[in-house]
């Protein structure tokens, strides 16, 4: 799908607050009620909106602590792979986890209450996860930024 500016008007739109009602994005990116939700399910059908969600502040909510941690395996076998995968869906504490190339298999962010907190996730959760070979974790001190607009470029 080509992306037009009043798309990515719309993206920008909803991207800083995704409970505008369709009266107010209509009115903001100068459409019509009709032609401006005819236009959000097409970018819905499309994936490029792929699904609507509430951000929470995660140190209010009792996990004000971010680590960074690096998983490399035994094998780099799909299979093995996949196994990884599929558990680490299971922890609620990883909140992001990417393949990687370098040194690590793996990248995870883990939110944790505090260092022992993060002891529990390490012991009980990182280290029994399929395939581990070794583990390296990094506290954030704090977080300089943190986005979650994506710029959509024409």
Known sequence: MNLDRTDRAILAALQADGRLSNVTLAAQVNLSESACLRRVRQLEE????????????????GYPSDVF???????QQGEDLERFE?????????MECYLMTGDAD?????????????????????TRLPGV???????ALRTVIKKTDIPVRP
């Open 46 to 61: 499309a994936g490029i909106i792929a699904r609507f969600v509430m951000l929470v502040d995660q140190g209010k909510v």
């Open 69 to 75: 941690v690096q998983i490399s395996l035994h094998r």
């Open 86 to 94: 599929a558990a680490v869906r299971d922890v609620p504490e990883i």
């Open 106 to 126: 793996y990248l995870l962010r883990v939110i944790a209450s505090d260092a022992a907190d993060f002891e529990r996730i390490h012991t009980r959760l990182l």
């Open 133 to 139: 070979a070794r583990v390296h974790s990094s506290f």
